[in-house]
């Protein structure tokens, strides 16, 4: 077990998702309007970018890939138009004017091309599958809906069978990597918090562990019926430990300083002589060094580490007192 931090200073937030307005927190939209032929994601459910979490049946994909053939067909005609008056220009057959009217032709449908292409993409439609599109046999009315950002389902709006208008939410996907601690601190503590500056989160769920974080917000408004004012603490959420809704603690320090002292379980301390140790782990499986060290007063089967251990080392919990006692066995005088 790695020894903890333990705040002297705490304060109970509500835990609030993390989510920067383009990229954690992300709306699947359905670009086109339709028939809602499937959807394959469920709440709860893990995504990755470009997954494919819906598919409808649309008309208006349809006839935009049927006018994007006819415009393509018409480029075509309009490019052999152009070059057959380039070359009666040169022979004396056609005049300028003719070639500036077949030229300004030209530029018009390759405008209309590029027009309709780009009104594929934003209907869904792949570059690659626009490309390949060269007769009405190929054109199709399905479109496929994928997941804009990898995360989890966090909504669900739509079923199998609805039909729906184009730009219509579908679900919401959302990045729970990172979480925010959203809370309200008092109008004369604010001079301990600042931008950038560090706070350390403990939760029930969780005795015993302490998470860092950073502030990453300060309101620059004070509430005037409470004089608080809101503050946001970006947190890492390994594992998706950090649940919608939690409640935490947060401790901050003087001048926005998280204050820590290291804290070992109770378990993990071992008396020899009258003198208070940990066994640490080393960098070799299965060896540890015995450390002395200083304690404080014991709080909730936890005790803070006033001098001997840093932060972030690991100590032996379960089975310590079998190492006191072997240890004990090969030095019979006790620590020297």
């Known amino acids: 077990m790695a020894s903890d931090r333990r705040p002297k200073r705490r304060g109970k937030w509500q835990l609030e998702l993390y989510k920067p307005i383009h990229i954690k927190k992300t ?6 309007g339709g028939i809602v032929r499937s959807v394959s994601a ?34 075509d005609e309009h490019h052999r138009h152009h070059l057959r008056t380039i070359k009666l220009v040169e022979i ?4 300028r004017e003719d070639l500036e009217m077949a030229t300004s032709q030209y530029r018009e449908a390759e405008s209309n091309v590029s027009n309709l292409r780009q009104k594929l993409l934003l209907l869904g439609m792949s570059a690659q599958r626009i490309d390949s599109l060269n007769s009405s046999s190929q054109i199709s009315s399905e479109v496929t809906v994928p997941s804009p950002s ?17 730009n219509k939410e579908l679900m919401r996907v959302t990045d729970l990597s990172t979480v ?6 008092y109008e004369k503590d604010l001079a301990t918090v600042r931008v950038g500056s560090g706070a350390n989160v403990t939760s029930d769920a969780y005795p015993g562990r302490v998470f860092r ?25 390994p594992a998706q430990i950090f649940k919608i809704g939690m409640y935490v603690n947060v401790a901050f320090g003087a001048q926005g ?62 089975g ?17």
């Open 213 to 237: 974080g950073r502030v990453s917000y300060v309101d620059p408004k004070i509430d005037p019926a409470t004089r608080t004012a809101q503050v946001r603490i970006e947190l890492a959420n």
């Open 150 to 166: 990898s995360g989890t389902v966090t909504s669900r709006t739509v079923n199998s069978g609805e039909v729906i208008e184009a």
């Open 320 to 336: 310590s007192f079998l190492l006191r006692a072997e240890w004990l066995k090969q030095h019979p005088q006790g620590p020297q």
């Open 42 to 75: 469920e709440l709860g459910q893990n995504l990755r970018k470009g997954q494919r979490v819906a598919v409808v049946f649309s008309n208006e994909l349809a006839e935009a890939q049927s006018r994007y053939l006819a415009a393509v067909a018409a480029l």
């Open 257 to 318: 300083i998280a204050i820590t002292t290291p804290v070992v379980p109770k378990d993990a301390v071992q008396a020899i002589v009258n003198q208070q140790f940990v066994f640490v782990a080393t960098e070799k499986p299965n060896e540890f060094t015995l450390r002395p060290i200083r304690l404080g007063p014991e709080s909730n089967g936890v005790y803070p580490v006033l001098e001997g251990l840093s932060a972030g080392e690991r100590v032996v919990v379960e």
């Open 180 to 185: 925010w601690v959203v809370g309200q601190v």
């Open 92 to 95: 004396g057959a056609a005049s």
């Open 27 to 32: 709306p699947v939209v359905s670009l086109v």
